[in-house]
């Protein structure tokens, strides 16, 4: 998760995964051609993304082709909601303890 969260605290990382439509596959070339960034800043961004499991890479011949693997950003959305919503039942709760000794 924290991979995730990381990866996606880039601006540049955040638009480029807004380039994708649902189902989409770019190549480094269109990725490319949107950004002002040489050839190897993009393979990086792209790289980190991969690595984190936001991006998935498909070989067709010599060129690369990336699709946004949903799941992964969805499940680790999930599990921050979680997190918050545990977080703040235990923050409630506490007040209510406290309250609860003091009689």
């Keep these: 998760m924290a991979a995730v969260f990381a990866a996606m605290g880039d601006t540049t990382r955040q638009r480029i995964l807004l380039l994708f439509e649902p189902g989409e596959e770019l190549s480094i070339k269109d990725i490319a051609a949107v950004f002002d960034f040489g050839r190897s800043t993009i393979v ?13 890479v498909r070989r ?30 235990e923050a409630t709760a506490l ?9």
């Excluded at 990086?44 to 998935?56: Q, Y």
């Excluded at 067709?60 to 997190?83: N, P």
């Design 60 to 89: 067709e011949g010599r060129q690369a082709l990336y699709s946004v693997c949903h799941g992964t950003v969805l499940d680790s959305l999930e599990k921050l909601r979680l997190f918050i919503e545990e977080d703040l039942q």
């Design 95 to 103: 007040p209510q303890i406290a309250k609860g000794t003091r009689s």
């Design 44 to 56: 990086h961004h792209l790289a980190v993304l991969e690595k984190a499991g936001i991006l998935s």
